[in-house]
């Protein structure tokens, strides 16, 4: 269930031993989040970094695949509801990931988007884009300045590549196009409510992962926290004093909550859950009282805490099988190791920071690190394609070749 990065390396590993597979997913793609934000500043289109699962597996026989929304479980008869009718399984893999969490404030969604399907990254992408053309066209100074105001709550990866790529934008990409503004004109912001960004990445690398987000012009608030928002604003506290930033353009990379089928689940199975939702696995990856349902990826609680990222939902997947395995040959499954091969952030165009098997990188080479792995791990050779050349000729050039202003969040999706 899911076809995210934990889904398809489970339905590979359950192929290759013979199993009888289906893979479902809502949608019929593959996304490849982790360079989302540069469909969001328009560095790259969404067909870029989609893939149809259907092409994945295309010559994978005992693969099925199908579109379908999964809506319950009864794991007494051993079946997944889905809004096309029932399906029947022997073993269930659940790899729904993740939605954004806002701390109970689910208002605040309106007011400022995240960054986790495609979609929201068209939306960020026509709230950037028409940014510069609104205050362009205005004329009045404090308009203008709350126009041209980003704010990005969350100092994580993905706030931190986020607020990279809109201060690239403003200071590069956009560098001589207007003539009533100038684009370095514009505020970058990036709020964080801990001790510092990056939080799980080694002190020296967060701070120059700072120094290079203030060379794109981006102020870095760390031990700021959000207290409130409001159309154009947003209400942030700092050691006891309150602080008002006037920002038309707000977004969120701050928490994550379990996606709402992991509820469900929850609920169908009497299951534990952890303080975001997460279900609770055994060191097995099952659910500890239903054997025959795994729990893998970001919806998992694993007992050890682990981080929300691709790897640990792809080396989770590839567990499962191995597990299944084991046990119809009447071994002892084995529980699961995390192999930690590092992770890495970037910030812009020639620096990134990061760790690759334990050794800490940064700057340039940190970002041709960053780019061959990125390049690499994107699921279809076409894909790799697609985005080496983009991304060469946004080298080259210093443009973004996807900068298109749809009139709603659907309108300028390429082929995904
Ligand atoms: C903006 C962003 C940047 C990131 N950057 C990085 C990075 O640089 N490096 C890194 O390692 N990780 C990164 N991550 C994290 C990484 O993408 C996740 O850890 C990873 O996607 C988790 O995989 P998953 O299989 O658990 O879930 P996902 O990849 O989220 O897949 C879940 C799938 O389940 C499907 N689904 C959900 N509910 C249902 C349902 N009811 N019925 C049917 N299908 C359903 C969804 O459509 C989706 O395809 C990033 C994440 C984001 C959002």
């Keep these: 269930m899911g076809g995210g990065f934990g889904g398809l390396a489970a339905a590979r590993a359950f192929a290759r031993h013979g199993a009888d597979v289906t893979l479902l997913d809502r949608r019929n793609f593959h996304l490849f989040q982790p360079l989302l934000y540069q469909v969001a500043t328009g560095g790259l289109s969404p067909g870029d970094i989609s893939s149809p699962i259907r092409s994945v597996f295309r ?29 029947p399984y022997d073993t269930l893999v659940i790899a729904t990931g993740v939605r954004h969490s806002y701390f109970g404030r689910d208002e605040w969604e309106e007011l400022a988007p995240g960054l986790k399907t495609i979609e929201h990254g068209l939306q960020i992408r026509r709230k950037v884009l028409s940014a510069f053309e609104q ?6 100074e404090e308009e203008r300045r709350r126009t041209l105001t980003f704010l990005i709550v969350g100092g994580g990866p993905t706030g ?5 790529a809109v201060g690239e934008l403003t200071r590069r990409t956009l560098r001589g196009e207007y003539r009533a503004i100038d684009p370095a004109q514009a505020s970058v912001y990036l709020v964080e409510a801990g001790e510092r960004i990056l939080p799980a990445f080694p002190s020296e690398l967060a701070r120059r992962a700072e120094h ?11 031990q700021h926290r959000v207290t409130s928002m409001g159309e154009g604003r947003c209400t942030l506290e700092h050691e006891g004093v309150t602080r008002e930033i006037e920002a038309n353009n707000l977004f969120w990379a701050a928490g994550v909550e379990a996606s709402a089928l992991g509820r469900l689940v929850a609920e169908a199975l009497g299951a534990e859950t952890d303080r975001v939702g997460r279900l609770v696995v055994t060191h097995e990856l099952h659910v500890p009282s239903h054997p025959d349902i795994f729990v893998i990826g970001d919806v998992a609680a694993f007992p050890e805490p682990l981080p929300g990222v691709a790897q640990v939902a792809m080396q989770m997947g590839r567990h499962t099988a191995t597990v299944v395995r084991q046990r119809e040959q009447g071994q002892p499954p084995s529980p699961f190791r995390y192999r930690d091969l590092g992770s890495l952030a970037v910030i812009g165009r ?20 960053w780019s061959f792995i990125h390049l690499m791990q994107l699921v279809e050779f076409e894909n790799r394609i697609l985005v080496a050349t983009q991304w ?8 973004r070749g996807a900068r298109l202003i749809g009139n709603d969040d659907t309108s300028s999706i390429k082929d995904y």
């Design 160 to 164: 931190v590549e986020l607020a990279g």
């Design 392 to 399: 060469l000729f946004n080298y080259l050039t210093f443009k």
């Design 212 to 222: 290079s987000l203030e060379r794109l012009g981006v102020t870095v608030l760390s």
């Design 59 to 87: 010559r994978t026989k005992n693969v099925k695949v199908l579109m379908a929304e999964a809506t319950g479980l009864d794991p007494d008869q051993k079946l997944l509801r889905t809004d096309a009718g029932e399906l």
């Design 135 to 140: 205050a362009e066209a205005c004329s009045d």
């Design 350 to 369: 020639n620096a990134a920071v990061g760790q690759v098997f334990g050794r800490s990188v940064w700057g340039w080479f940190g970002w041709l690190i």
